[in-house]
């Protein structure tokens, strides 16, 4: 699944209190679309750069899952916990927004992105490569140049019914999201579902190889679902769609009631 060595064991994150998972959003959230004490460390960002190929664009649902693996995959790495040497920029980054940036790139761009620090995730038909944490204003060179828009993406045939036994992301029905817009969203519905899990299930999640599955919620059941007690994505609000919207509703079998 990616390109580097298996993570380590692991560990609880020094993170600040998770959002809460009943809908509402604590203090520190790092979803809230006011002003929080998170708004006063310095801002850090996520890189994730998805490769689109002019002749074989990845499918849009496997690249919102390779995203929210690649997100997954560098959180357990032990290279971002304890001692390790991403492990500072990690814990700055959350204790701040933890926001998620995508990015595009294709032929000698993605190779440069290759040649970075980083972990490449690949899935049916995408890569997703997902680097260290960088400051807001900080982003290397070879990061910087590259296109956020373009990433509108669409599915060559519509993905299958999702293994209600696996982790599934479930995307609003009710927003119209470019695909690198979703990629980050979807991102973050895993963050928060690792956070509330406990270390034996985040083990048995990393061991397995993170299997789970996006696919929008049904407008039938998208309010139960944001009432349900699972962790829920409120965006802040800082592109294409309104604070405070509810993305995501991460439905992890280890999480539900």
């Given at each position: 699944m990616t390109s580097d060595p298996t993570p380590a064991t692991p560990a609880t994150p020094a993170t600040p209190a998770a959002p809460a998972v009943d809908g509402s959003a604590p203090q520190d959230s790092p979803f809230r679309s006011e002003r929080t004490s998170r708004d006063e460390a310095r801002q850090f960002v996520l890189p994730?750069?998805?490769?689109?190929?002019?002749?074989?664009?990845?499918?849009?649902?496997?690249?919102?899952?390779t995203a929210a693996r690649a997100v997954l995959v560098i959180l357990s790495d032990e290279r971002s916990l304890g001692d390790?040497?991403?492990?500072?920029?990690?814990t700055d980054w959350q204790d701040a927004r933890i926001r998620k940036v995508v990015r595009r790139a294709r032929g000698a761009e993605w190779r440069r992105a290759e040649a970075l620090p980083g972990i490449t995730v690949t899935g049916k038909s995408a890569e997703v490569r997902v680097f260290p944490p960088v400051p807001l204003d900080g982003w290397p060179k070879d990061l910087a140049r590259l296109q956020v828009s373009g990433t509108d993406l669409e599915d060559f045939e519509p993905p299958l019914e999702a293994?209600?036994?696996a982790p599934v992301l479930r995307l609003s029905p009710d927003l119209d999201m470019s695909a690198g817009k979703a990629m980050a969203q979807a991102g973050h519905g895993a963050q928060l579902a690792w956070w509330e899990l406990s270390d034996e299930d985040r083990a048995a999640w990393r061991d397995a190889g993170f299997p789970l599955a996006v696919r929008t919620a049904d407008p039938s059941h998208w309010r139960e679902l944001t009432a349900s007690?699972?962790?829920?994505?409120?965006?802040?609000?800082?592109?294409e769609i309104a604070p405070g919207?509810?993305?995501?509703v991460a439905d992890h079998p280890a999480l539900r009631g």
């Amino acid at each position: 699944m990616t390109s580097d060595p298996t993570p380590a064991t692991p560990a609880t994150p020094a993170t600040p209190a998770a959002p809460a998972v009943d809908g509402s959003a604590p203090q520190d959230s790092p979803f809230r679309s006011e002003r929080t004490s998170r708004d006063e460390a310095r801002q850090f960002v996520l890189p994730l750069v998805v490769r689109i190929e002019k002749s074989a664009p990845p499918a849009r649902t496997d690249a919102l899952e390779t995203a929210a693996r690649a997100v997954l995959v560098i959180l357990s790495d032990e290279r971002s916990l304890g001692d390790g040497e991403w492990a500072q920029a990690m814990t700055d980054w959350q204790d701040a927004r933890i926001r998620k940036v995508v990015r595009r790139a294709r032929g000698a761009e993605w190779r440069r992105a290759e040649a970075l620090p980083g972990i490449t995730v690949t899935g049916k038909s995408a890569e997703v490569r997902v680097f260290p944490p960088v400051p807001l204003d900080g982003w290397p060179k070879d990061l910087a140049r590259l296109q956020v828009s373009g990433t509108d993406l669409e599915d060559f045939e519509p993905p299958l019914e999702a293994d209600p036994s696996a982790p599934v992301l479930r995307l609003s029905p009710d927003l119209d999201m470019s695909a690198g817009k979703a990629m980050a969203q979807a991102g973050h519905g895993a963050q928060l579902a690792w956070w509330e899990l406990s270390d034996e299930d985040r083990a048995a999640w990393r061991d397995a190889g993170f299997p789970l599955a996006v696919r929008t919620a049904d407008p039938s059941h998208w309010r139960e679902l944001t009432a349900s007690g699972l962790p829920l994505v409120r965006d802040a609000g800082f592109t294409e769609i309104a604070p405070g919207s509810c993305t995501v509703v991460a439905d992890h079998p280890a999480l539900r009631g």
